[in-house]
């Protein structure tokens, strides 16, 4: 029975693939590089993702509690006002 050979890791960029066993130190550090750079691009898109998320929740809290603010203030202006009493006429 033959044994099945590993098929050796390899780096595809741009359609175009490259056997990290045959790269040297150099370009295996930049290879390093450029992946730990899309792990970065990659995050900083989901959290742009994320955030913009949580805006949409956020303004819309806002308004609510915009909503309740000026109720608030307009109860405790009515409450701090004295009443007008209207004078009896006889």
Known sequence: MA???KEKPVL?????E????????SQKELAAEVA???NHVSDVQNKLN???????QLIECEKVFVEKH??????????LEPEVVEAEVS
């Open 50 to 56: 994320t955030n913009a998320f949580m805006r949409q």
């Open 3 to 5: 044994k099945k050979e």
């Open 18 to 25: 490259y056997v990290i066993e045959d790269m040297t130190d």
């Open 70 to 79: 000026q109720k608030g203030v307009m109860e405790l202006k009515k409450a």
């Open 36 to 38: 730990l750079y899309q």
């Open 12 to 16: 595809n960029l741009d359609g175009k």
